[in-house]
């Protein structure tokens, strides 16, 4: 994969001076290619270090936030939850799990779109006072679509 970062200089255009850096991309639209700051600007080694960590922190939530796009793989069933598949199917997937931790896991890899459909299903059409349906109904947290 080639870098697609790159440091860029800035100049503080009040004081000739001053000169900082900040981190930005290439973009190239048709023949032409701009070079885009995605950082504040940087004056010292730390302010860098601060902005590097920052971006981080950005792809690690876009990695987090993509997970069960592709689907879930259940080890021990020797089973996918792919995204194309209805909430009833996840549901029949995920409620034949018999370890608690795995259940759990399972139903937080799932996108979140998922995720929220499967929510939806379990707490209108299922049993939440017996079996998966309650462990599913005490442990999910409506605000993060998780269970907890």
Same mark, same amino acid.
């Given at each position: &994969? %080639? =870098?697609?970062?790159?440091?860029?200089?800035?100049?503080?255009?009040?004081? =000739?001076?001053?000169?900082?850096?900040?981190?930005?991309?290439? @973009?190239?639209? !048709?023949?032409?290619?701009?070079?885009?700051?995605?950082?504040?600007?940087?004056?010292?080694?730390?302010?860098? !270090?601060?902005?590097?960590?920052?971006?981080?922190?950005?792809?690690?939530?876009?990695?987090?936030? *993509?997970?069960?796009?592709?689907? @879930?793989?259940?080890? =021990?069933?020797?089973?996918?939850? &792919?995204?194309? +598949?209805?909430?009833?199917?996840?549901?029949?997937?995920?409620?034949?799990? !018999?370890?608690?931790?795995?259940?759990?896991?399972?139903?937080?890899?799932?996108?979140?779109?998922?995720? %929220?459909?499967?929510?939806?299903? @379990?707490?209108?059409?299922?049993? %939440?006072?017996? *079996?998966?349906? !309650? @462990?599913?109904?005490?442990?999910? =947290?409506?605000?993060?679509? +998780? /269970? /907890?």
């Amino acid at each position: &994969m %080639t =870098d697609i970062f790159k440091i860029i200089e800035a100049h503080d255009k009040k004081e =000739d001076d001053k000169r900082g850096v900040c981190i930005g991309i290439d @973009v190239r639209i !048709a023949n032409r290619e701009v070079s885009c700051p995605i950082s504040g600007v940087c004056y010292s080694d730390k302010d860098l !270090a601060i902005e590097v960590e920052s971006i981080q922190e950005s792809l690690n939530r876009i990695a987090e936030s *993509g997970k069960g796009l592709f689907g @879930v793989d259940l080890p =021990d069933k020797g089973l996918r939850i &792919m995204p194309e +598949m209805a909430p009833e199917e996840v549901w029949s997937i995920l409620s034949e799990i !018999a370890e608690s931790d795995l259940f759990v896991e399972s139903f937080n890899a799932l996108a979140q779109t998922k995720r %929220t459909e499967v929510a939806e299903y @379990v707490l209108s059409h299922c049993n %939440t006072f017996s *079996g998966k349906g !309650a @462990v599913f109904s005490t442990r999910y =947290d409506n605000e993060t679509g +998780m /269970l /907890l």
